[in-house]
């Protein structure tokens, strides 16, 4: 959670976008799709999770060689790499829960062990864990290594909520956004550090977006709205796409007036 500004020139170096209203829209809608199109693979097409999971671990591989090849933000590459990590971080939690049985409360464990793993690695490599300082191929692969497991925690976490503590999709869809709202409260009211804020920001929105996602997509039987997962990822696919676009043509016309 870091201070809303315009992306400029001077931060093209730099791999990571501003952090701006569009940056959380877009990120927690990506959560969301990576939650449903994961289902609409694995279940709407009757693909199975193995062959899910091979198909989106390819698109990550081409997605995320593209990112790494980039010598600066780029938009769609940006955040097509985000997708396809949101979809490959879900299944790779699905596969340990459904075809190792590994518990969503052992999951979410594990995972946060490993990200508080790469966090220490990280910062005592580069003494800094800012997203403003994502320019160079090291501190990229630290970045999108945090990323992975961020989305895999946050699939466990919000599973486990959801159905582990049942709670239900929307009580933990509500209990995430309260966490998000105190995080956001301690940085803007209280000035706690603006790099811890966004990570722990960044991790929660995507237990927040697994339970958007099913509350969207399950049938109401089961506890969601019934929109179903083919509805709920066109929709906010669409809506990713449309947001992508604005940001690449803002990019455009303000190199072009500098």
Not at 135 to 151: C, N, S
Not at 231 to 244: D, E
């Amino acid at each position: 959670m870091l201070p809303l500004k315009s992306p400029s020139r001077q931060h093209w170096l730099n791999k990571v976008p501003e952090v701006t209203l569009f940056f959380w829209l877009i990120k927690m809608m990506s959560t969301t799709v990576g939650e449903t199109a994961a289902d609409f693979l694995n279940v709407n097409l009757d693909w199975g999770l193995t062959n899910t999971s091979i198909f989106t671990g390819v698109l990550l591989v081409i997605a995320l060689g593209l990112q790494l090849r980039a010598t600066r933000y780029i938009p769609v590459i940006y955040w097509a790499t985000v997708l396809q990590i949101s979809v490959f971080g879900t299944l790779v939690t699905d596969n340990l829960t459904d075809h190792f049985g590994v518990p969503l409360a052992l999951s979410t464990l594990t995972f946060s062990i490993l990200l508080i793993i790469t966090f220490a690695w990280w910062y005592q490599q580069e003494k800094t864990l800012s997203i403003h300082s994502i320019d160079t191929p090291k501190r990229e692969v630290f970045y999108w290594t945090a990323i992975l497991f961020t989305f895999s925690l946050g699939t466990a976490a919000g599973d486990w909520a959801a159905e582990g503590l049942q709670l239900g999709y929307a009580n933990a869809a509500v209990m995430f956004g309260v966490l998000i709202a105190i995080t956001a409260a301690a940085f803007y009211l209280f000035k706690a550090n603006g790099v811890l804020c966004f990570w722990i920001a960044y991790i929660l929105t995507r237990p927040l977006g697994a339970s958007c996602g099913d509350l969207l997509s399950q049938p109401v039987d089961s506890g969601g709205i019934g929109l179903g997962a083919t509805g709920t990822s066109v929709l906010f696919l669409l809506t990713i796409i449309s947001l992508v676009g604005y940001l690449t043509y803002r990019e455009k016309i303000e190199a072009m007036e500098e």
